[in-house]
Nanobody
Framework: QVQLVESGGGSVQAGGSLRLSCAASGYTYSRFSMAWFRQAPGKAREGVAAIDSDGSSNYRDSVKGRFTVSRDSAKNILYLQMNSLKAEDSAMYYC??????????????????????WGEGTQVTVSS
C-alpha cells in the first residue's frame, strides 16, 4: 500500500525557517515525480515545488529563492527547506507523488497533473 507521511511543520516567526519531510513507502519511490502543495483556509490548493525522477525541480514564483525541494532516494524521503518564511506561507502543506506527474509553474500560476498519492498534511504557521 502506497503511503506518504509528512512531518516538520510548526509555528515560526516571519523570517524563520522550517524543513518539511515526507516519508514514502509502498512503491518504487525513485521513479515518481514528487511535489509539495499547500492550502490555506478559504483558498484553493496550490502547487509549491516539485522534483521529478531525473532530479529537475520547479517552484511557484512566490517561493523561488526561499524554498528548496530535494529528495533522498536511498531513504525514500522528500524534503522542503523553507527559509525567509512569510505570513502568506501559512498553510497546510501536503506531499504528493505520481509516476507520470508534473508540476509546472509560470510567473503567474502553476498547473499540475498526475499526482495520485497524497499525504495527510502538516501545518505551517508563520506569525508576522
Amino acid at each position: 500500500q502506497v503511503q506518504l507521511v509528512e512531518s516538520g511543520g510548526g509555528s515560526v516567526q516571519a523570517g524563520g525557517s522550517l524543513r518539511l519531510s515526507c516519508a514514502a513507502s509502498g512503491y518504487t519511490y525513485s521513479r515518481f515525480s514528487m511535489a509539495w502543495f499547500r492550502q490555506a483556509p478559504g483558498k484553493a490548493r496550490e502547487g509549491v515545488a516539485a522534483i521529478d525522477s531525473d532530479g529537475s525541480s520547479n517552484y511557484r514564483d512566490s517561493v523561488k529563492g526561499r524554498f528548496t525541494v530535494s529528495r533522498d532516494s536511498a531513504k525514500n524521503i522528500l524534503y522542503l527547506q523553507m527559509n525567509s518564511l512569510k505570513a502568506e506561507d501559512s498553510a497546510m502543506y501536503y506531499c504528493a507523488g505520481g509516476e507520470n506527474a508534473r508540476l509546472r509553474c509560470s510567473r503567474t500560476y502553476c498547473y499540475s497533473w498526475g499526482y495520485n498519492t497524497w499525504g495527510e498534511g502538516t501545518q505551517v504557521t508563520v506569525s508576522s
